[in-house]
């Protein structure tokens, strides 16, 4: 049987063509893997045994089949024999292959193997195409296989980008394919339309057995329909590229189906996954992503944010020191990110060294100068901030029109300030909504340190659009599952309260605190005027300050021993 098996593979390799695999005589040989068309089947591969795959039966109306293997993170190798050669094999995570079938042919193999050291779960499935579905990369220019259905997928921490190549009319057994590149006419590949399907896997599961089972929603046509958010639509005349926000730790899945208008038909890409980290990381993997340092600096801050959403407008000072927190603290960070190569755990800390900074020089200038309008116009602006990220998280900030810097920042700014303008009539109704959404949504970013959350995308999109000049062209999609519809009403629930509870205690108070100088300035005339202050015969401070330093040297004084210490005289 063994005898048996080789002179079968040595003919398959013997074959001259390299577009499918090649048809084999007799019966089924022991030992090889058999699909069936359109099944999933789970197998493991492990390096010192590759394994050879073989599919039969298969229908005479089929054109082409697409050979898809999938895996978590360990790369796989599939070929069309056991020679690896550029054009005819890929390695990676998601790949796939396609067979071109010769007339009579209904049976075909090819060859499975990995490099890892450790054994890989591997998830395959064949799938198969009539003569008038479009060939998925069968007009292929940029990558090695002749014919190539593969999704390229690249990320860093901005953006994820997918490629993939465009597509050809649909062929049938033993014709030669329509040139790519002879005409743009309806008789052309030109015709050919390119729908871009986005997946997203669970919230914060990492499992090899959840990514496998989702992936068999985004193989075939139907199922990318039923599943799968279409994001964007291009023609054979736009580029072979989109790109998408990176949602570092959330599964998501891509996938292209390439439709033919004129016949009705359509053929789907191989999936490609991606979590935007490493799995195989030492540091700041998949399973940690949430830096020390980021969950220190984000829980102070959600502590400050939640004594702000309650009392916030009685303790004005330190909401203005909130506020200019997070003024100097976004635009250090910008430039810093920019013109620096400094790790970012420096970086965080001087953020909060420079928002501390800017936080104290917002209050001296209240407690200094008193202009209400000033302060309250930073108040505002931070509010304004807020609304106008929360306006392009949704589906307004994917709007081709807004991939425009110039019209995205004017658009932006003008929202943002607009707010504090609206209320201009009302400042302490404005204060009171700022120390609401603002500190309640500190506890928003402090939970994304800890567990991933969407919610926190509202803001962390425009600080990537600010750092990254490439962001633009990104779509900002992002799943909204269980763990944010309940941290959305966490949010919703603490700016209610602290808003309410606000309204409620200052009712019939002053608006706004006086101006604390004028305040300063006048008692120090008073207890220079009134003799019968007691504060006007507290000694000055040079004097209290020598009297404290005596005190100290007394403690530190040694003890005199009693008796006489000098001779008597005579």
């Known amino acids: 049987m063994g005898l048996l098996r080789l002179l079968v593979l040595a003919v398959l390799v013997s074959e001259p063509s390299v577009a499918g695999g090649a048809e084999t005589v007799g019966n089924f040989s022991e030992g090889l893997l058999e699909f069936s068309i359109g099944k999933f089947r789970y197998f493991k591969l492990k390096r010192p045994s590759p394994e050879d795959a073989i599919l039969r039966h298969i229908s005479s109306n089929a054109s082409f089949l ?19 050669l550029r054009n005819t094999s890929g390695t990676g995570t998601d790949k796939g292959l396609v067979f071109i079938l010769r007339p009579e042919q209904s049976m075909c193999t090819w060859h499975l193997e990995t490099l890892d050291a450790e054994p890989v779960q591997n998830m395959a499935i064949p799938l198969s195409y009539s003569e008038r579905d479009p060939v998925p990369g069968g007009c292929n220019l940029e990558f090695d296989l002749d014919i190539d259905p593969n999704i390229y997928l690249e990320y860093n921490f901005f953006e994820t980008t997918i490629k993939f190549a465009p597509a050809n009319l649909g062929y049938a057994r033993g014709t030669n394919p329509l040139p790519c590149d002879t005409g743009t006419g309806r008789d052309s590949r030109w015709r050919l339309l390119y729908d871009v399907y986005q997946y997203f896997l669970p919230e914060n599961d990492l499992t090899q057995e959840g990514l496998l089972k989702h992936l068999q929603r985004m193989a075939e046509v139907p199922q990318v329909k039923a599943n799968a958010i279409k994001v964007v639509t291009l023609t054979a005349n736009d580029k072979t590229s989109v790109s998408f926000s990176s949602l570092r730790g ?22 490609a996954h991606t979590y935007a980290c490493s799995f195989e990381a030492k540091e700041d993997n998949c399973s940690s992503l949430g830096r020390i340092s980021t969950k220190v600096f984000f829980t102070l801050f959600a502590l400050l944010g939640l004594f702000i959403c309650f009392f916030g407008h009685r303790f004005w000072k330190t909401e203005l020191f909130f506020i200019g927190f997070i003024f100097m603290g976004f635009f250090f960070y910008i430039p810093i990110t ?8 420096v970086r965080l800390i001087l953020t909060a060294v420079a928002g501390s900074v800017g936080g104290v020089l917002l209050v001296a200038a209240w407690w200094r100068f008193g202009i209400l309008l000033f302060c309250m116009l930073c108040v505002g602006s931070v509010l304004g901030f ?37 209320f201009m009539g009302c400042l302490r109704i404005l204060n009171i909504l700022t120390c609401g959404f603002i500190g309640s949504y500190s506890v928003v970013l402090a939970f994304d340190s800890y567990s991933y959350t969407s919610l926190s995308h509202i803001t962390l999109n425009v600080l990537k659009r600010a750092l990254n000049v490439n962001f633009h062209r990104a779509f900002t999609n992002v799943p909204f599952q269980t763990n944010d519809f309940i941290l959305l009403a966490v949010w919703g629930m603490l700016a209610v309260s602290g808003i309410t509870l606000q309204i409620r205690r200052e009712r019939g108070r002053p608006f706004f605190p006086p101006h604390p100088y004028k305040l300063w300035k006048r008692e120090r005339e008073r207890r220079v005027t009134n003799v019968l202050d007691p504060s006007y015969h507290i000694p000055p401070l040079r004097e209290r300050l020598y009297g404290r330093l005596t005190q100290i040297k007394e403690l530190f004084r040694k003890e005199q021993t009693a008796g006489e210490r000098t001779p008597l005289l005579l």
């Open 250 to 271: 959330q599964g998501v899945i891509y996938n292209v189906i390439v439709r033919d208008p004129l016949l009705n038909t359509s053929a789907a890409y191989v999936p």
């Open 386 to 422: 807020l609304i106008s990220s929360v306006m392009f998280f949704t589906l307004l900030g994917n709007l081709k029109i807004f991939q425009d810097d110039g019209v995205f920042w004017v658009t932006f700014s003008c929202i943002a300030v607009i707010i504090p303008v609206v």
């Open 66 to 84: 697409i050979f898809q293997i999938h895996s978590q993170y360990q790369n796989t190798t599939i070929s069309f024999s056991k020679t690896l």
């Open 338 to 345: 920019r013109l620096t190569l400094i790790t970012y755990d």
